[in-house]
């Protein structure tokens, strides 16, 4: 009987350990639940010039039409913006997650545009929201074509100011850190679609 008991106490020690071990792996497979969403394009610039302030191709002065032109002319139409996605833990889950890293790739109508790598940590606490600010940068004439005209008003639309609508989707492979260290989404996930521009 004596030397039963260190068995008894090792058999509930392991006990709670697995106990613990299966909270932790509920709560980790829970983290996967994060969900995000595109919620705005802001910070908007094409080829330096700041399209917060233009609705549309009629409210470029005659400078910057003639500064984009000699843009297309070279054939490069930089187009600089910040694409806000929405981030949010689940209520239920007990745990904050970290988002540490995201791949992820631009596509603007179907077409696959630019990729890149998200890598500031953004901490996520159950049941509230938070922005998650991918700076981005890409040369319209890279992927798409059309003269002066039709290409401000692509960036316009993309820019959310107006213009034919355009839709903006980023397929991304999120990191979450948990508690048994980072965990890559196994396969990427296409974030809400969202129509611009119009």
Excluded at 45 to 51: K, Q
Excluded at 64 to 75: C, F, I, M, P, S
Excluded at 103 to 129: A, H, K, R, Y
Aim: glycine residues 8%; charged residues 20%; contains cysteine.
């Amino acid at each position: 009987m004596v030397y039963l008991r260190p068995v008894l106490l090792g058999a509930g020690l392991l006990l709670l350990l697995l106990a613990s071990g299966c909270q932790t792996l509920r709560e980790v497979a829970n983290l996967r639940n994060v969900s995000f969403a595109l919620d705005r394009v802001g910070e908007a610039s094409l080829a330096g010039i700041d399209l917060n302030r233009v609705r549309s191709y009629e409210d470029l002065s005659a400078g910057d039409v003639l500064r984009l032109t000699q843009a297309v002319t070279r054939n490069e139409l930089p187009l600089s913006f910040t694409l806000h996605l929405n981030a949010e833990n689940p209520p239920e889950n007990d745990v904050q997650a970290r988002l540490v890293t995201m791949d992820w790739t631009l596509l603007i109508d179907e077409q696959e545009t630019i990729s890149g790598v998200f890598d500031d940590t953004v901490v996520l606490p159950p049941g509230e929201p938070r922005d998650v600010p991918i700076p981005m940068r890409l040369d319209l004439v890279d992927f798409f074509d059309g003269g002066a005209q039709d290409l401000i008003e692509l960036a316009l639309a993309i820019a959310g100011q107006n213009g034919a609508p355009k839709r903006i989707q980023l397929r991304a492979t999120p990191t979450i850190d948990t508690a048994i260290g980072p965990i890559q989404y196994p396969r990427p996930i296409t974030i809400a679609s969202k129509d611009v521009g119009g």
